[in-house]
């Protein structure tokens, strides 16, 4: 991998005919330009721009969190972050539920970690009939813009881990961008909000982990010397979420 | 030629232009473009559903932009609400810019782009294309190319760059002045050209010559604005 340069739309990343465009991309006379503002890379010959903003745009498959904003008869529309409403269908959850009482299992105002089942032209399915899903009962739920969530989530997960284990909180990231923390204490929650702030600030550089790693050492002094028993039995505990690719 | 400009600017000479991107946390894309003494802030929404659902495009999304310049903006206080002005300028503005925009993907989408004019000393429309362009950009929607915008102007019988508030409308000596509103992609094509009043053609063709000179300028401060944004 070469390194990686910040483009702006209408840039000339490489010229000549030795290369091929990928995504956000496209071959001029002029040579191959950018058509989005991001990072640039270059493998194999092959020219690809990675967004570093924008908007959610939902995929099949893509687990996120949502927020109840209305109940029917058959199940509950939520907010997941893109202008297209999505819809959680009483068939798509895994327990039984007294249909006169849909506000019983989820009311206006819960989160749930939700998946995304299927998009057609009327909007978004939601299922949560998957391990790691379900309504999220404690904990907080902070925003990040969504390009952001891979440099979050690092290679095979290795960033997120980090976080993890550093703070002994419970994350779960939604691919809209929107992050669940579950920790024991408010304060390793925040840590690991200052944390995931911190790695979304600095996403652009390279080396990130090696930075975090370091910005743990110099942040969590004052966390580590009172409840050091506690980490020491947290670490060894298994970390139950999976993480969300 | 014995022609002097009032603040002492040579005729092909810009005022001082400064270029911020990412100056509203709660937009999508933002920025800020100054020159001389006019401000434009510009803050981009979107690609959001379209609403009223009866402007839904189902083939492409849609660019609404919406001109504002706030009642403090000028000396004389500025009746507040969309005008005839503001309207058309609006409209000139999603001309300018649609040409460069890649909205195929987006189908019954909406991009809001919001530009208000905080303090106006003429070539604010100019300054608001070149702010809503780099906020576009900023708010990651699939563009070809950045948009600048410069106006050039005849002032009695001398072609001069980016005429200020003097200059475009209190300028009575002679011929009087005619100002030239003009925005182009990086490449120098033209997206558009506003003229009001008299000039031939070929001073015409002087002007937009001394335009294109000037927007390849505002276009390499436009850049270092979007990248000076990544690596603060």
Known sequence: MTERKVVVPGEVIVKGEDHLPGEWTEKTEEGIISLRYGLAEEVNRLVKVIPLSGVYHPRRGNVVIGKVENVTFNGWVLNIGCEDTAFLSLMEVPRFVNKDNLEEVMDIGDSAIVKIWGINRRGIDLSIKSRGLGKIEEGMIIEINPYKVPRVIGKEGSMIKIIKDETGCNITVGQNGFVWIKGDKIEDELLAKKAILFVTEKSFISGLTEEVIKWFKENNVSLKKVPKQDMTEKVSKPIKTEDKK | ?232
């Open chain 2, 1 to 232: 030629m014995a022609f002097k400009r009032l603040d002492g600017r040579k005729n092909n000479e810009m005022r001082k232009i400064k270029a911020k991107v990412g100056i509203i946390p709660n937009a999508d894309g933002s920025a800020m473009f100054s020159i001389g003494d006019t401000i434009a802030i510009v803050a981009v929404y979107g690609p959001r559903k379209m609403h009223p659902q009866h402007k839904q495009d189902p083939e492409k999304g849609v660019l609404r932009c919406t001109y504002n310049m706030n009642s403090f903006s000028v000396s004389d206080r500025m009746r507040p609400g969309p005008s005839r002005r503001s309207m058309e300028i609006s409209k000139i503005m999603e001309w300018a810019l649609s040409p460069v925009l890649m909205l195929k993907k987006y189908p019954g989408s909406v991009v809001d782009v919001h530009i208000n004019i905080i303090q106006a000393d003429a070539g604010t429309r100019c300054a608001g294309i070149n702010a809503a362009s780099m906020a576009l950009a900023h708010a990651g929607i699939p563009m070809k190319d950045l948009v600048s915008s410069i106006a050039v102007g005849k002032m009695d019988k001398t072609i001069v760059l980016d005429l200020d508030k003097y200059e475009d409308s209190d300028f009575k000596e002679g011929e009087g002045s005619t100002d030239i509103p003009i925005s182009m992609t990086g490449k120098g094509e033209l997206t558009h050209i506003q003229l009001d009043g008299k000039i031939d053609k070929k001073q015409l063709k002087e002007g937009i010559k001394l335009a294109e000179k000037a927007c390849k300028e505002i276009h390499e401060i436009q850049k270092q604005a979007l990248k000076d944004a990544l690596k603060k």
